[in-house]
């Protein structure tokens, strides 16, 4: 069983060592199997509004919606990623976005991206899970006009578990209002 991380030799890094090079990097084989797959099963069973589709994660998960978008822009119109793990690999995801921007890649989604404010205070310190989405959120700010409107927020007294409440509503709310649209 391998998890939802990039299997990309180069994304290594669990701050804790906890994960083996044998559980990680299961994220292009789910990738593949949602968009050539499921999600054209789905389009093929019901009515499917495309400009509505959410691609959501938290954690691993997170850090697979967020890496998605950079692999396969435009395969959904909005992602919602909470307490994404973006200290995987030495952060390259932030990095990777980063050089993407430079480049004037423009990204069609609606992002919603929230993080617990107490995360930081009970994850191991080198996960820094608020400290890497307030960068992220800068990264954003700087090149909001790149994407096609953005949403992130440190939710102040959540913590990596009971941010999916309050997150799912408020992304949702974000992400499928019509006049969320360039915000």
Partial sequence: MHDLTPSDPDWSGWPDEMLTSESIG??????????NTLKPLIESRFPVDASNSVLFGHSFGGLFALNTMLEAPGAFANILSLSPSLWFAERRILKTLQKRLENAVKFSEKIAIYVGGREENIASESSRMTSNVEALGKIIAAQKSNFGGSDIQVLADRTHHNILGQGVTMGLEFLLSHESRKK
């Fill in 26 to 35: 299961g994220g292009p084989d789910f990738r593949d199997f949602l968009l």
